[in-house]
């Protein structure tokens, strides 16, 4: 016993006087068994490198790179008065109003300052509606299909055995949703809601708005009360 004790305390001394104690500094290469990768050969950011001809490692980015989310693209961001619009019209950005409570139409004021300096009204026109078909396109009929009934080509996918499957895409065609403030559809595009992703990073405020009133005119697509329908649609019907 007496012997396996010495043998212990010989064996730990001569571990700690190879090895030396934890966290202690010294100016000599660390001892590596296994270096894996530790040392590779690599360029820094911000450095410098002979391969290349200007002397720097970090590279521009290649020509008609796109840039992931809005970017900050640096002149614009010091502009004066860069995003004045948005702090002189809160609820343009968050769709509530003074009071916290969601908006229950469209923004009074747009983010675009006239010449006066004050902010011009906010119009759902057709360029709006244009904006809002397009960027629903892309970014919500996957799920929420063409129409908004939330038949998409995921919910489609859904039923096939073995594919992933997102079962729980809302329906935006039920009287919940048609009776959604607009508010709170602008507040689920920016944050996301449960299961879905927030797309705020993607869409600009106004990018948003345009995605709303979309919606809003699916909705009115699907449930057009017979005063609305045009003309030539109540003689057709006939
Ligand atoms: C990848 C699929 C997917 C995409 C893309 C998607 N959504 Fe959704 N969305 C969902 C799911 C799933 C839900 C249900 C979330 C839940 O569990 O409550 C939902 C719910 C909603 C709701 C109801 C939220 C509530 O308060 O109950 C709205 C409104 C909505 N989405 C709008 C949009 C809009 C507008 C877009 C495009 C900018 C979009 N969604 C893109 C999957 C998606």
Redesign the pocket.
């Known amino acids: 016993m007496r012997l396996a004790l010495a043998i212990l305390a010989l064996v730990t001394v001569a571990a700690v006087s190879f090895l030396e104690f934890r966290g202690k500094v010294s100016k000599e290469p660390p001892v590596q068994v296994f270096d894996d990768m530790d040392n590779q050969s690599k360029l820094d950011p911000q450095g410098g490198s002979a391969f290349f001809a200007d002397g720097r490692a970090s590279r521009p980015a290649v020509p008609g790179t796109v840039a992931r989310a809005t970017g900050l693209e640096p002149a614009k961001v010091l502009q004066p008065g860069y995003r004045r619009a948005e702090s002189m019209n809160p609820e343009f950005v968050t769709g509530k109003d003074a009071a916290g409570a969601w908006l229950a139409a469209f923004p009074r004021l747009s983010l675009k300052l006239g010449a006066d300096g004050q902010l011009l009204p906010y119009k759902v026109d057709a360029d709006v509606l244009a904006l809002g078909r397009k960027?629903?396109g892309i970014?919500?009929a996957?799920?929420?299909g063409a129409v908004a009934d939330g038949a998409?080509i995921?919910k489609a996918r859904s039923a096939i055995e073995g594919a992933e499957s997102?079962p729980?895409?809302?329906n935006?065609q039920t009287t919940?949703?048609r009776a959604?403030p607009a508010g709170?559809?602008y507040d689920?595009?920016t944050h996301g809601?449960?299961?879905?992703?927030p797309?705020g990073e993607f869409?600009t405020p106004e990018e948003?708005w345009a995605?709303?009133a979309y919606?809003r005119a699916l909705q009115l697509s699907q449930a057009c009360p017979p005063e609305l329908a045009p003309e030539s649609v109540k003689a057709t019907a006939k």
């Open positions: 960027k629903y970014h919500c996957v799920c929420h998409g995921l997102m729980t895409i809302a935006l919940l949703y959604y709170q559809i689920v595009i809601k449960n299961t879905m992703m797309y869409l948003r995605v709303v919606v």
